[in-house]
């Protein structure tokens, strides 16, 4: 059983930044994708970002700009360091994971077997 502990939400202002930590229970190089997906009020979970056990790493358009995603193996931890925050940024961010997603699913919030508690984000205008 994979566990997932998100940290790091808040409240910024807009052009403000965050970063979220997620600490994994097992060791992350077992892990084929580590992602973060984020859910707004009143709509569907969305995906944000992913990195890959290769290192190769995925964005949603509007994020590629201003958000990276990373991770410390010897820490069992991914990171998601977000800039440049905007309104339409605010909702609650889960990170996620799964030892056996193929690369063409990585943006489906359906594929993902493990899901920490989610960390709310909210960026003020």
């Known amino acids: 059983q994979v566990q997932l502990a998100e940290s790091g939400g808040g409240l910024v202002q807009a052009g403000g930044s965050l970063r979220l930590s997620c600490v994994v229970s097992?060791?992350?190089?077992?892990?084929?994708?580590m992602a973060w997906l984020r859910q707004a009020t009143g709509k569907e979970r969305e995906f944000v970002a992913a990195?890959?056990?290769?290192?190769?790493?995925h964005y949603l358009d509007s994020v590629k700009a201003r958000f990276t995603i990373s991770r410390d193996n010897a820490k069992n931890t991914v990171y998601l360091q977000m800039n440049s925050l905007e309104p339409d940024d605010t909702a609650v961010y889960y990170c996620?994971?799964?030892?056996?997603?193929?690369?063409?699913?990585?943006?489906?919030?359906?594929?993902?077997?493990?899901w920490g508690q989610g960390t709310q984000v909210t960026v003020s205008s």
């Open positions: 097992v060791n992350i190089a077992s892990i084929t994708t």
């Open positions: 996620a994971a799964d030892r056996q997603i193929i690369l063409s699913s990585i943006r489906g919030a359906e594929h993902y077997d493990y």
């Open positions: 990195i890959r056990y290769s290192g190769s790493t």
